[in-house]
Nanobody, 125 residues
Framework: QVQLVESGGGLVPAGGSLRLSCAAS????????MGWFRQAPGKEREFVAT????????YYGSSVKGRFTISRDNTKNTVYLQMNSLKSEDTAVYYC??????????????????WGQGTQVTVSS
């Protein structure tokens, strides 16, 4: 059974930075495409970023492009989300997700097979 554990969330002032980590265990991490999603109270889960397993291609949601960077270290079974120039609207619970059978559609939460428990990011204005 694949387990994903996020860490690195917290309270940060607007304009600041945070780096989230997601450690994976119990599966073939290097063959999973990994994604980050977020969900604010009363809103749907939103795609943030993904990194594809085969070529390390990366894709970002329009609201974070240019500010956030996703990366992975297959030797540590870990995916990262570096968040810079944070805004109050980035406040949400951030979830790590793994897609074991990448089909090309990285935007839909339903395409991901495994999820972490989430980590809270709060940006104060």
């Amino acid at each position: 059974q694949v387990q994903l554990v996020e860490s690195g969330g917290g309270l940060v002032p607007a304009g600041g930075s945070l780096r989230l980590s997601c450690a994976a265990s119990g599966g073939a991490f290097s063959r999973y495409s990994m994604g980050w999603f977020r969900q604010a109270p009363g809103k749907e889960r939103e795609f943030v970023a993904t990194i594809i397993w085969s070529r390390f291609s990366t894709y970002y949601g329009s609201s974070v492009k240019g500010r956030f960077t996703i990366s992975r270290d297959n030797t540590k079974n870990t995916v990262y989300l570096q968040m810079n120039s944070l805004k109050s609207e980035d406040t949400a619970v951030y979830y790590c997700a793994a897609d074991a059978d990448y089909s090309g559609n990285y935007l839909r939460p339903g395409n991901y097979d495994y999820w972490g428990q989430g980590t809270q990011v709060t940006v104060s204005s």
